[in-house]
């Protein structure tokens, strides 16, 4: 059988097993398998000896069994980043990346007016005693990027899972990214209380705790409490705002992913908690997806 050949036939097998995009699936299964990329297999199509068959029929029944397909090849591209993942993690979203691309515009937009104000204006933008704080960090995935992007600034990140924990610091060295602390902990536990930071971020757990029996399957494989935020879904956000403001320096930024429908509840909650300029971003279908606050 040729790689092509089998491509097809896993794509039916999975289609049949009801998984969304099962050409696709099937295409990345097959080429993680056969270690190729896309362009030499289409060019040459070799044959796929037995061995190579049955791996990845093994690769194809996990799938079809509803394992997302991120968790059996292990990785997924955030930012440019390489991010492994696996079970016991949750899998960033291309959502999430709005929230890092909104915190970098929100960080070099201060950074300039800051400098605009110096008299002696120097093309060199300092920023060495910038600190970072990323909440609930997972793989580390916004942690990350936001310690590639300001690589003299310092950057940490808090989850009180053991497992993500080991993604993310895993996710650090594969990435050469130094400027980073992975802390286990609940939310703001883990960090000394007389720092502050110049920007905090999370994408806290925030599905009803009633909805998460109807996610799709490949969702429910993730694990809970990377996605339960309670009975409303807001806990965390109320939790981290009720302590944000004494870990931000002054004028400092908050920033969140949020969930459908959520921007007005969590608007208010930050309005309560004395955050000013309060405001929310929209993803690229049109859903209110990140807000940002300032204290
Ligand atoms: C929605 S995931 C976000 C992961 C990652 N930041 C991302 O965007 O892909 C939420 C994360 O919050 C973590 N978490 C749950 N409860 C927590 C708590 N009390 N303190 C810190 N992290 C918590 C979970 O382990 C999970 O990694």
């Known amino acids: 059988m040729r790689l092509l ?20 699936d099937a295409e990345l299964l097959v080429l993680y398998a056969a270690g190729r990329d896309r362009l030499s297999a289409y060019m040459d199509n070799p044959e796929v ?21 991120q968790y059996i090849i292990g990785r997924v591209e955030f930012l440019g980043l390489d991010i492994r ?20 515009k929100a960080v ?41 992007e300001f690589p003299d600034a310092q950057v940490c990140a808090t989850d009180v899972s053991a497992k993500a924990i080991k993604y993310a610091t895993e996710n650090s060295e ?32 925030y599905i009803k705790s009633a909805d998460i029996a109807g996610l799709q399957r490949e969702v429910r494989r993730e694990p809970a409490k990377a996605l339960n935020g309670g009975k409303d879904g807001l806990d965390f ?5 009720s302590k ?10 908050i920033f969140f992913e949020l969930g459908f429908g959520q921007s007005e509840a969590v608007s208010a909650i930050a309005g309560r908690a004395g955050f000013r300029n309060i405001t929310v971003v929209k993803d690229f279908a049109g859903i209110d997806r990140v807000l940002k606050a300032e204290k």
């Open 5 to 24: 050949d089998i491509i097809k036939k896993s794509s039916g097998h999975l289609e049949k097993a009801g998984v969304e995009d099962a050409l696709v």
């Open 174 to 205: 594969l990435n050469g990214i130094k400027n980073v602390a992975f802390l286990r902990g609940s939310l703001f536990g883990p960090v000394p209380e007389h720092v502050s930071f110049d920007l905090i971020t999370a994408n806290p757990p």
């Open 85 to 104: 993942v696996g079970k016991g993690v949750l899998i960033p979203r291309p959502e999430t990346e709005l929230l890092v691309e909104e915190a970098i």
């Open 237 to 241: 956000y109320r939790k981290i705002l």
């Open 108 to 148: 070099k937009s201060k950074a300039s007016s800051v400098n605009s104000l110096k008299i002696d204006s120097s093309p060199v933008t300092h920023h060495a005693s910038r600190s970072f704080l990323d909440l609930c960090t997972g793989s580390g995935c916004i942690a990350l990027s936001l310690a590639k």
């Open 244 to 253: 944000a403001g004494s870990y931000l320096k002054e004028s400092g930024w």
């Open 49 to 69: 000896d037995r061995s190579l068959v049955s791996r990845i029929n093994r690769l194809v029944r996990r799938r079809a069994g509803g394992e997302p397909l």
